[in-house]
């Protein structure tokens, strides 16, 4: 979908991205949890906060130049090294699982209404209130 010149296609393009990301998220961690009890199985993560961050570092104030750059973001899935693994070699943490699907699935929801709520104002300004 080209946004390019519509008014608050800069948060709307990055509401995109980050339920995008948000999804990717909720399906990573329901796989890490339904392996569980597969020996040897690595947990995996999904970077795009730092991502996005260091994109939104370049300070760039042409509109169209960071808009380009938020587009090409991708989220990476990421193998977790840093947890314990057990003796099977696996090193799911089914806790901190389930709490990291809970906080994924709110900010989905978060970011949902938020787009939203942006698509109904862009709508009352185009209709001046009257629609």
Do not use: C, H
């Not at 329901?30 to 597969?38: F, G, P, V």
């Not at 750059?69 to 899935?77: H, K, M, N, T, Y």
């Amino acid at each position: 979908m080209n946004m390019q010149g519509l008014p608050g296609a800069d948060s709307l393009l990055l509401g995109q991205k980050s339920m995008d990301a948000l999804w990717l998220r909720q399906q990573v961690i329901a796989s890490n949890i339904s392996n569980d009890d597969t020996p040897g199985y690595k947990s995996k993560t999904v970077q795009f906060e730092q991502l996005l961050q260091d994109a939104m570092g370049t300070q760039s104030s042409d509109m169209q130049q960071m808009q380009e750059l938020i587009s090409g973001l991708e989220p990476e899935v990421l193998e977790s090294g840093g947890t314990q693994a057990r003796e099977d070699g696996n090193n799911v943490d089914i806790d901190a699982e389930n709490i990291e699907l809970v906080r994924a699935q709110l900010q989905y929801e978060y970011m949902a209404r938020s787009i939203t709520d942006d698509i109904s104002r862009l709508k009352y300004a185009i209709t001046e209130g009257k629609g």
